[in-house]
T-cell receptor, first 111, second 112 residues
């Protein structure tokens, strides 16, 4: 069982809608969480990091963390076709622990 | 110039051949990682290194070896390639002060 779980999708949303991507984790020691975006055939790039319970907003992106429920989400407002990609959720327990990635959720934004 | 480079970008080889994938970085980060990515399995950690003298196995190290020649260089070797090692391989670096990883462009390896 992977320590970070994501639905592989695809998740299809119309252009302009809110896309909601979800992730759960099993390691209660995880302290920091990340969302990476990966276009097909390209390398992952960091779009959001979150360390505390609650919401963190950056432009059209909002990351949400609920440590009690061991749940992380990413909301993308006003979704654009250019947001179509695979979104990887990752968790880290700090110190010398490794980062653990989920399998990624494929998002398709339909024009 | 790219901060994390990988060579080669694409490689086709035959079963039993020895292959080396190279990673170089200009970011000055101590921590370096090798991952492979397969459809449906996501990114899986092969090896990681926190400095030149500290190398650790990841979750899928069997069939692979690594060398950290310098702070900036981390190479992955497949001693005797097999078809199920066909995958997209990524190198990543991480500064000591954050948990963020920076990925290279990837190497697509095909083992026939």
């Amino acid at each position: 069982q992977k320590e970070v779980e994501q639905n592989s999708g695809p998740l299809s949303v119309p252009e302009g809608a809110i896309a909601s991507l979800n992730c759960t984790y099993s390691d209660r020691g995880s302290q920091s969480f990340f969302w990476y975006r990966q276009y097909s055939g390209k390398s992952p790039e960091l779009i959001m990091s979150i360390y505390s319970n609650g919401d963190k907003e950056d432009g059209r992106f909002t990351a949400q963390l609920n440590k009690a429920s061991q749940y992380v989400s990413l909301l993308i407002r006003d979704s654009q076709p250019s947001d179509s990609a695979t979104y990887l959720c990752a968790g880290h327990s700090g110190g010398y622990q490794k980062v653990t990635f989920g399998i990624g959720t494929k998002l398709q934004v339909i024009p | 110039d790219a901060d994390v480079t990988q060579t080669p970008r694409n490689r086709i080889t035959k079963t039993g051949k020895r292959i080396m994938l190279e990673c170089s970085q200009t970011k000055g980060h101590d921590r370096m990682y090798w991952y492979r990515q397969d459809p449906g399995l996501g990114l899986r950690l092969i090896y990681y290194s926190f400095d030149v003298k500290d190398i650790n196995k990841g979750e899928i190290s069997d069939g692979y070896s690594v060398s950290r020649q310098a702070q900036a260089k981390f190479s992955l070797s497949l001693e005797s390639a097999i078809p199920n090692q066909t995958a997209l391989y990524f190198c990543a670096t991480q500064p000591p002060s954050t948990d963020t990883q920076y990925f290279g462009p990837g190497t697509r390896l095909t083992v026939l």
